[in-house]
């Protein structure tokens, strides 16, 4: 055995219980996921093989406009996510005094167990007695109590805002990090030359970032795409399916129904769109480190 | 640095801009925080009240007293909260530390996909999973017991361990270890006698993470593969106070902020380490 073959025998030694481990809970439900989609499989014992039934059945009933809508709240949540993140984290990055306070107090809503921070919002967003509803109302916007969760319309833009205030701590924190690892001398360079503070955020930090902030949009995007615990807590889907995304008709359906074939399928659906999302993800990453040789 | 340098001078209404930029979006990020407070200390009666009041005005600390006697169990949820956290944190260290330093040093053929496949675990969140690790639970007889909520949750956090910890290795020098080797020692007695203590705040940072991630996302494992009481974590736990006619709220954040504390303490103490670590792992790529 050459040098060379007894590292990577070492190697793979050490991989071993990480491999084993993802291909026990992570690549065999994957795989079962799939072969269930084109089963019956449900409480019952027998498990029969039914081709494309359950994919004919979902697309049949109100699907389209699940994958739609489903579509729509990540492209919000995401968009709110990056442009409120990036911002902040200029802001952040400004040397003003207490900005080291101003850091620790951005990542509460990412420290803390998630479910908590949804039951607050939960709380907000009661009409007769939540926040925002009494705020709006004692500073005259409103003239009636509104529960957000009650209707289809608020309560879509209700559980985007509560994603967005999960998500934003880590985009602001990776955003700051990308700032922060832009050399000071083209600042300094640029400022010699007499160029002013947004001239210098044009030309320098926002082209700088930019690899960054496509980076953290992927992220974010798969992250939000999966978005569970948020709409489950405020409104299980509801009112009327107004919140029903991919990820939460896919438990009504499998873990509420007891349907595992059919919900088996929505949750193959979801993982060709997440590897359709990760096949450009790594194109673009791909762009841009080769950019960075040239 | 006594004298700020003229680049970093603002004018006062720079100066201005970036604080009401900073208050509003501090305001944003900790408005639940402080409703969520000012709820715990009003006595019920006046949380169901109109119009709206946001200040309590005969707030008191009662609801963290009768919190207790409403769910007896509370107490247990918040230990298992910890214990489901604790056991998660020590098996994905376990594993993580050989991976890391298997994709940190040894170039073998196919560490690369090997590595982007590990990282695409990220990719599929438990929901997508659930149906096939349900009946994998079953089959186990791992249902409602602590393992249907923390073999699933060390699943999940060993991709991003792996690639913090690879970072941080990435960055010590090769020399101690390659001195160990000229010096005969074995493969296995270097990684455990020189490199270990070197990685040791890179493992710091993410036990850090993982206990961080694993007690903030105990949900969906809990709420499906569980339904024993005694097992709860307390995300799933807080739902005793959702009553069969009102919610008892002001308990309900009560609770809450009990369960923040522990994990509170952890963040102040070592935010500094975490943030650190978290940044150069995510930006150096």
């Not at chain 1, 990036?86 to 803390?112: E, H, Y």
């Not at chain 1, 659906?269 to 480190?289: D, E, G, P, Q």
């Not at chain 2, 438990?126 to 690790?133: E, R, T």
Request: with cysteine; glycine share 8%.
């Amino acid at each position: 055995m050459t040098r060379s073959q007894s590292a990577t025998l070492f190697a793979f030694a050490l991989l071993a219980p990480a491999l084993i481990y993802i291909a026990a809970i992570v690549a065999y439900p994957l795989a079962d996921t799939f072969h269930l989609s084109f089963t019956d499989a449900a409480l019952k014992k027998a498990v029969n093989w039914v081709g494309f039934a359950n994919y004919q059945k979902m697309f049949r009933g109100n699907f389209a406009e699940v994958i739609v809508r489903t579509f729509v709240w990540t492209f919000f949540s995401v968009s709110f996510k990056m442009v409120i993140g990036t911002c902040a984290a200029v802001l952040l990055n400004a040397s003003v005094p207490g900005k080291t306070l101003f850091r620790v107090l951005t990542l509460p809503p990412w420290i803390v167990p998630m479910a908590i921070g949804i039951f607050m919002w939960g709380w907000m967003y009661n009409g007769q007695f939540g926040m925002i509803s009494g705020v709006l109302q004692n500073i005259g916007i409103l003239d009636r109590p509104l529960p957000w969760l009650a209707f289809g319309g608020t309560a879509f833009w209700a559980t985007i805002i509560t994603d967005v205030w999960i998500g934003v701590p880590m985009v602001t924190i990776y955003m700051l990090a990308a700032i922060q690892s832009i050399p000071r001398d083209l600042y300094e360079a640029a400022w010699t030359d007499g160029a002013g503070r947004f001239y210098r955020f044009r030309r320098i930090t926002l082209p700088m970032i930019r690899p960054s902030m496509v980076t953290m949009s992927m992220l974010s995007l798969i992250a939000t795409f999966n978005s569970f615990d948020i709409i489950w807590i405020l409104t299980q889907g509801g009112p009327n399916g107004a919140t029903t995304t991919m990820i939460i008709d896919t438990y009504k359906v499998a873990i509420g129904s007891y349907k595992y074939g059919e919900g088996a399928a929505r949750a193959v659906m979801i993982c060709i769109f997440l590897s359709v999302f990760c096949f450009f993800y790594f194109k673009v990453i791909n762009r841009f480190s080769r950019g960075e040789t040239r | 640095m006594s004298e700020r340098p003229m680049i970093d001078r603002y004018t006062w209404y720079e100066t201005l801009g970036v604080y009401l930029g900073l208050l509003v979006f501090l305001s944003f990020v900790l408005a639940p925080f402080v409703e969520g407070f000012l709820v715990s200390l009003k006595p019920l009666e006046h949380l169901f009240s109109s119009p709206y009041r946001f200040w309590p005005e005969d707030g008191s600390f009662d609801a963290y007293f009768t919190m207790w006697e409403h769910v007896p169990l509370l107490g247990r949820y918040i230990v298992n909260s910890l214990f489901i956290s604790t056991v998660i944190t020590i098996v994905v260290v376990i594993i993580v530390v050989p991976a890391a330093y298997a994709f940190a040093r040894f170039e073998f053929r196919g560490s690369g996909p090997l590595l982007g496949m590990f990282l695409a675990v990220n990719m599929f969140s438990g929901a997508v999973l659930l149906i096939p690790l349900y009946r994998l639970m079953r089959t186990l007889g791992l249902l409602n017991t602590y393992f249907a909520m923390i073999v699933p949750g060390v699943a999940f956090l060993i991709p991003t361990g792996i690639w913090l910890l690879r970072t941080y290795m990435l960055r010590i020098p090769r020399e101690l270890e390659e001195a160990a080797w000229a010096d005969g020692a074995g493969r296995l007695y270097t990684l455990r006698r020189v490199v270990l203590p070197i990685a040791l705040p890179g493992i710091v940072v993410v036990a850090i993470a993982t206990f961080i991630g694993a007690y903030a996302q105990q949900f969906i494992f809990a709420l499906t593969f569980n339904s024993k009481s005694e097992y709860m974590p307390l995300a799933v736990g807080l739902f005793s106070f959702f009553g069969k006619e009102r919610v008892v709220w002001n308990e309900l954040m009560a609770a809450s902020f009990a369960g923040i504390l522990p994990v509170m303490i952890v963040f102040v103490f070592l935010q500094r380490y975490l943030v650190a670590g978290i940044t150069a792992g995510a930006v150096k790529q």
